[in-house]
């Protein structure tokens, strides 16, 4: 099992930037994909953005591509969400999560998660 945290999370007026940061613990980090997922209040919770275990290879929700970039140092075991251009749609709590197989988290599945940061984005 592994063990994540994420942190970064905050208030920040539309058209801003934030950077999520989700540390892991337990299992070799560099063994599994990662990804962010988000859920807004009466909202499913919805797949973000993944990065393969080498960090070579990205996917992205639609609604983010162009303003969020997903990124990930194996030797800090900490995977990140840079967020710009942010828009009060984007208001949610974040989380992040593995699971062995990158194909899994882009459609939606993740095997540990996070307890989630909240970003809220005012208009």
């Known amino acids: 099992q592994v063990q994540l945290v994420e942190s970064g999370g905050g208030l920040v007026q539309a058209g801003g930037s934030l950077r999520l940061s989700c540390a892991a613990s337990g299992r070799t980090f560099s063994s599994y994909a990662m990804g962010w997922f988000r859920q807004a209040p009466g909202k499913k919770r919805e797949f973000v953005a993944a990065?393969?275990?080498?960090?070579?290879?990205?996917g992205y929700a639609d609604s983010v591509k162009g303003r969020f970039t997903i990124s990930r140092d194996n030797a800090k075991n900490t995977v990140y969400l840079q967020m710009n251009s942010l828009k009060p749609e984007d208001t949610a709590v974040y989380y992040c999560a593995t699971a062995e197989d990158f194909g899994a988290l882009v459609a939606g599945r993740g095997r540990d998660w996070g307890q989630g940061t909240q970003v809220t984005v005012s208009s």
């Open positions: 990065v393969r275990w080498s960090g070579r290879s990205t």
